[in-house]
Nanobody, 114 residues
Framework: QVQLVESGGGLVQAGGSLRLSCAAS????????MGWYRQAPGKQRELVAR???????TYADSVKDRFTISRDNAKNTVNLQMNILKPEDTGVYYC????????WGQGTQVTVSS
């Protein structure tokens, strides 16, 4: 059974930074494309960034040049560095495999105040 545990969220003022981490267990992590997703209040969950097993990255237009996704295959972790945060970045952030989802973790709440 795959388990995903996200951490690092919090309350931050607009313009600030946060670093999210996700630890995966119970799977061969390194071969999978991983993504960070977020769900804003009243909205559907959306992909904000993904990273392939080889380290190639893709970002949603809304976070490009502000967020950076990275991974450490030896530690089974994927991280999201978020800079220049905006109130519209508020939501619950989750990590998961890209498209072929594992069971979702509890997520980590990010709140950006204006």
């Amino acid at each position: 059974q795959v388990q995903l545990v996200e951490s690092g969220g919090g309350l931050v003022q607009a313009g600030g930074s946060l670093r999210l981490s996700c630890a995966a267990s119970g799977t061969i992590f390194s071969i999978n494309t991983m993504g960070w997703y977020r769900q804003a209040p009243g909205k559907q969950r959306e992909l904000v960034a993904r990273i392939t097993s080889g380290g190639s990255t893709t970002y949603a237009d809304s976070v490009k040049d502000r967020f950076t996704i990275s991974r450490d295959n030896a530690k089974n972790t994927v991280n999201l560095q978020m800079n220049i945060l905006k109130p519209e970045d508020t939501g619950v952030y989750y990590c998961n495999r890209w498209r072929a989802y594992w069971p979702w973790g509890q997520g980590t709440q990010v709140t950006v105040s204006s």
